[in-house]
């Protein structure tokens, strides 16, 4: 382990005086904790932001009560967080049944909320 940190300063320090500067931090910001721009992800995102503003749409119209919304919108946000989780867990996308998983439970949360 320690071998392993004196090379990764070793590296840094070659990186860094050979003008590797801009590399360095462009490939630490090209690596998300989870990537948005993959397809199924912005899908699943698209749907909870969608799932999200119908309730609050519906709570505006009096049609659900605010502990109703309270409760939709906690379960929205849950569903959001697994999302994250299977992101990160496969290294910045999810696969094609997460995705399912994650629409049946959107699905699921569609038809409590009505309209």
């Known amino acids: 382990m320690r071998n392993l ?11 860094l005086t050979t ?28 749907r909870a932001e969608r799932e999200n503003r119908r309730i609050n749409h519906e709570y505006r119209r009096g049609e ?3 502990w109703d919304a309270m409760r939709l919108h906690r379960e929205d946000r849950r569903i959001v967080r697994q999302e994250h989780y299977f992101g990160r867990y496969h290294g910045g996308y999810i696969t094609r049944g997460e ?7 959107e699905n699921h949360l569609s038809r409590r909320i009505g309209y």
């Open 5 to 15: 940190l004196k090379t990764a300063a070793v590296a840094l320090g070659v990186m």
């Open 19 to 46: 003008g590797g500067v801009l590399a360095a931090s462009t490939a630490a910001n090209a690596d998300p904790a989870w990537g948005y721009e993959h397809p199924r992800q912005a899908q699943v995102l698209y």
């Open 64 to 66: 659900i009560s605010r």
């Open 99 to 105: 995705q399912r998983h994650l629409n049946r439970e």
